[in-house]
């Protein structure tokens, strides 16, 4: 309670100009008191010459002689004395930036509020009266403002309330009936109501382009991400071929290896076995030679004759002349045939390397322009690809043929093994290809009714044909071809589509643009349907016919 009643002292006993405890204190007529000093320099540098009071604005005539209060004197100073002195922080007086207090004398205090009225402004002590005396609440308070006297018009010394839209210029109310008269002239709160409204227009304009930016950041976010996953997933796939490309490699190398080391091991076991036959033939000839040899020196003839039929008949020679040997010619056949996979296989290196870094080169990326669609069959037939059909995806009573490019409607189910992503309730077949980039293919059908169409991959393979039906939902789109008449389908939305019967529907996808096509195809080509979206997954050609067994539908070569 003790520092409450402390702070009432200070705030009495403050000047109002000032805001420091009262010097030389005076009471002017109203009873208001102010620092002497404060109080004549307020009445000699306003611009009023009337004397009028800083807080109640009480006007004196004549202006009042100035007689220090000293019983105001005496408190002020017992104040001083108690050490109670309060004075405002620095960070409360008005730099070189900020907006002063035009009441304030000596160091002015920053002003918290201007007065489009008084064009003046004010702190928060100054500002008091605008709360306090019901005249001054009526007046127009901004956020401080050091162009208040840009309202003044020059010429006139008149608050500038009026706007001139012939000059496109702020007036005051004698400006429009002096040199502006005759022209277009309203109040500046009109035209501000007007040029606000303009200004709301225009705001949500650039709200508008602000949100179309950030769904295109946000796209070529999306992008960034596709680019990065497919990249890094195409990289491991690429790793993992070669890896087992390699692996195969140094596994025929292995084997090549082990058989040479088996046939060295066979052929050498064989020459060591005849050397080794020939080495005691030599071994036996040596012995009946050092026999003979003996026998011939014996001088006694009796005993010659007696030993000699005691020698053992040579035995018939296995030796053959006939061995030939052909040096540095055992295994050179076979390096011959490693040399020529070699040569192969550098051929095919060479000549499908090439398709590969085209390939590369040719992924599409959103910031590149897309490309005009053709305009004739040849244009269209740069992009043509060959579709083959998934046997995993193909309904059990639709047959492939024609090297999985033709499906056939049977009477019976197919002998097709179980798979998740096959088709159960509707007769439609996707193709194995996921296609992205410029592609261009043609379905030959023989049928009442063929749904030609592309499809993401995650669409449904089994329930409702709204859940599963090609065209049916949001992850398809299908042009069906009756006999006399098209209809576009698109999340089971139906469009009717004119155009000249045909057995051959042609389609042309450029997926970055998010373009799809449909043509008949005849003499010539006919745009029947064409679609303008944005795919944001690869998506797979496919197609859906009517349960009449002898129908069919075939992916058309077209190199």
Known sequence: MAQKGDQLDQETFSCSICLDLLKDPVTIPCGHSYC??????????????????PQCRETFIPKPVLVKNTMLAALVEQLKKTGLQAAPADHCYAGPEDVACDVCSGRKLKAVTSCLVCLASYCEKHLQPHHDAAPLKKHKLVDPSKNLQDNICPRHDEVRKMFCRTDQQSICYLCSVDEHKGHDTVSAAAERTERQREMEVSRQQIQQEIQDREKDVKLLQQEV????????????????????????LQKRSSDVKQQIRSQQKTEVRRVRELEEKLQQEITDLKRRDAEMEKLRDMEDNNQFLHIYPSLSPLSESTHSSGISIRPLRYFQDVAAAVSEVRGRLQDILRDTWTNVSLAITDVDVLLSEPQPEPKSRAGFLKYSCEITLDPNTVHRLLLLSE????????KKHQSYSDHPDRFTN????????????RHYWEVERKADLVGVAVSY???????????????????????????????????????????????????????????????????TMTLLHRVQTTFNQPLHAGVGIKHCPGDSAEFRKLK
């Open 403 to 410: 090297e999985n490019r033709k499906v056939t409607v049977m």
């Open 426 to 437: 509707v007769l439609q077949v996707l193709s194995r290809e996921s296609l992205t980039g």
């Open 457 to 523: 991959k995650n669409i449904s393979r089994s329930g409702e044909p709204r859940e599963c039906g090609l065209g049916r939902n949001d992850k398809s789109w299908s042009l069906y071809c009756y006999s006399d008449r098209y209809v576009f389908c698109y999340n089971n939305i139906q469009t009717s589509v004119s155009g000249p019967p045909s057995s051959r529907i042609g389609v042309y996808l450029d997926h970055r643009a998010g373009f799809l096509s449909f043509y008949s195809v005849s003499g």
């Open 225 to 248: 991400e596709a680019i990065n996953q497919s990249a890094d997933k195409t990289v491991e796939d690429s790793e993992e071929i070669f890896t087992k490309l390699i692996s195969l």
């Open 36 to 53: 002497m000093n404060c109080i004549k320099t307020y009445w000699d540098e306003g611009e009023k010459k009337i004397p009028s009071c």
